[in-house]
């Protein structure tokens, strides 16, 4: 999506360790065009899946994921972090390890907002080592629904995070795809 | 807003301790429609501010956010949640209590998206005590911008959250007034 692409060379950092800061158009302030036209072309892309449910991962998930349920005219679930859970009678977890603050937490879904029935598209900003789409995955099987797409705003493509998704055979649509962060600063897309 | 006083009608659930469950369509699953239709509003309502940016805090507060900067046009920035927080250097920060919860929390703004010439316009999904705002004025009052109005998806009338934007003579528009939840689990409106 050479919109997004353009705004990650205008406005994204390179940091080291492969960090891409995006903090000034996706995940502290929001550039809400962008987000408005970013759900529009997920919702082209995963048109023919029939989606009835949109699940992400709070927060920088919500705004990408919100104006793609938008497009599609179906709901959007955001999955809660906690730091650790005791009453989970009626929740849907999974653990979800962050490389970048090297912590572990858990993601809740409320079981009254998934049925069986659903085919679920999932939505993230960052594909990278895979985690949060993982612990998403997780959590549609335990609820036993179909997850019948993915779609990532950057993904970085160096990282083993597709592979998860691509082995079971799911529609992964990335609207950026990052394959090398250089020394010098520069972001190289496939 | 009638759209919005329905949807409480026939989804929000009434808790004991004046609670008022509305995880079906704002906090926890998303009406995208919904906030599409409370962004218009906002936009609308604060249409002769001129104002330049929107704040709110995660995680509640940002679909009706994004939706609110996307009728308006304007960027928007979510103010970030800490248990604790070490390094202040670049952030705007203030304390935060939650009553719900009764713990403390941090939350921060970067100081590189909040300029002196900015007219803020404050959204969030719940007006209550106030606190959430409260810690938003704080971080406005420390970066010397003018917070030129507030908007709130669901407010709580019989609570003291209004007065302390009110003494300091900033626009408040609240989409739902609720002036009492009874202990036959009905909503009352203003």
Do not use: C, W
């Not at 912590?103 to 999932?122: A, G, H, M, P, W």
Request: glycine share 6%; hydrophobic share 45%; no cysteine.
């Amino acid at each position: 999506m050479k919109l997004l692409e353009d705004k990650i060379k205008s406005e994204g950092i390179v940091l080291p360790n492969n960090v891409l800061k995006v903090d000034g158009f996706l995940n502290h302030q929001v550039d809400a065009q962008l987000m408005f036209e970013i759900g529009k072309e997920f919702g082209r892309l995963f048109k023919k899946q029939n989606v009835t449910k949109i699940l992400t991962v709070e927060s920088s998930g919500i705004a990408p994921a919100v104006m793609t349920g938008l497009a599609m005219d179906v709901p959007v679930v955001f999955a809660r972090k906690h730091k650790s859970l005791t009453l989970t009678d009626d929740l849907y977890t999974a653990s979800v390890y962050s490389y970048t603050k090297q912590t572990s937490n858990q993601i809740s879904i409320s079981k009254r907002f998934i049925d069986e029935k659903d085919r679920v598209l999932i939505i993230d900003d960052f594909l990278a080592n895979g985690q949060a789409v993982s612990g998403l995955l997780d959590i549609a099987d335990a609820a036993n629904i179909d997850v019948v797409g993915v779609g990532i705003v950057i993904e970085k493509t160096f990282q083993k995070g597709s592979q998860i998704i691509k082995d079971r055979d799911i529609q992964l649509e990335s609207l950026a795809r990052i394959k090398a962060l250089t020394d010098d600063g520069q972001v190289e897309f496939e």
